[in-house]
């Protein structure tokens, strides 16, 4: 395990991870497949990409092995119980048509659990929705709780309910919630 330079994407994900608390480092594994280390006090990540469905089996498996000793050494505690090995590609595959392989990959939690990303650009949104599993749930207030109602009163109508209909059903409605009924 050598410190290496990162691609692109990891590059960008290293970012983002830190700007959520994550500790980031960019490491490779024996045969040189660079991966993204990112740790905070609930999860062990290790962030690699791939190029097609063909290299995923090959890369897993370096990837996790390298992970896989990497948490042994440490002595992860706790957290080498949620240790993933997250698998970014740019191409679109589909998950419907996965080969048996890749299936396979999906499916095994032995000492890490694997996710796999397709169609993954090297971007700040994009990384982000490929990560949001891991990254924390915006904190929310009581207007934006109400602002789903408000919401709906403004779609209705575009769905045939006169727009008076949809603002009385609406009061009455939170009057029925806040026991006014």
Do not use: C
């Not at 905070?40 to 092995?65: H, I, K, M």
């Not at 994009?126 to 915006?138: G, K, Q, T």
């Amino acid at each position: 395990m050598i410190d290496t330079p990162a691609t692109p994407a990891l590059s960008v994900a290293a970012v983002l991870l830190r700007s959520y608390g994550f500790s980031t480092r960019h490491i490779s594994s024996k045969s040189g497949i660079p991966i993204l280390l990112a740790e905070n006090p609930l999860f062990a990540l290790g962030v690699v990409e791939f190029e097609s469905q063909g290299q995923l089996p090959t890369v897993e498996a370096d990837a996790a092995s390298e992970l896989t000793d990497l948490l042994a050494r440490a002595e992860g505690g706790p957290k080498q119980w949620d240790a993933y090995l997250v698998l970014l590609s740019r191409d679109g595959g589909s998950p419907d048509s996965l080969p048996s392989a890749v299936t396979s990959i999906l499916h095994d939690t032995r000492y890490l659990r694997r996710l796999v990303r397709w169609d993954v650009q090297p971007d700040e949104e994009s990384l982000h929705d490929a990560l949001r599993i891991f990254l924390p749930l915006p904190s929310s207030t009581a207007a934006q709780i109400a602002a789903p109602l408000q919401l709906l009163i403004e779609q209705l109508p575009a769905h045939g309910v006169p727009h008076e209909l949809a603002r009385s059903a609406a009061a009455e409605w939170s009057g029925s919630r806040n026991g006014q009924r």
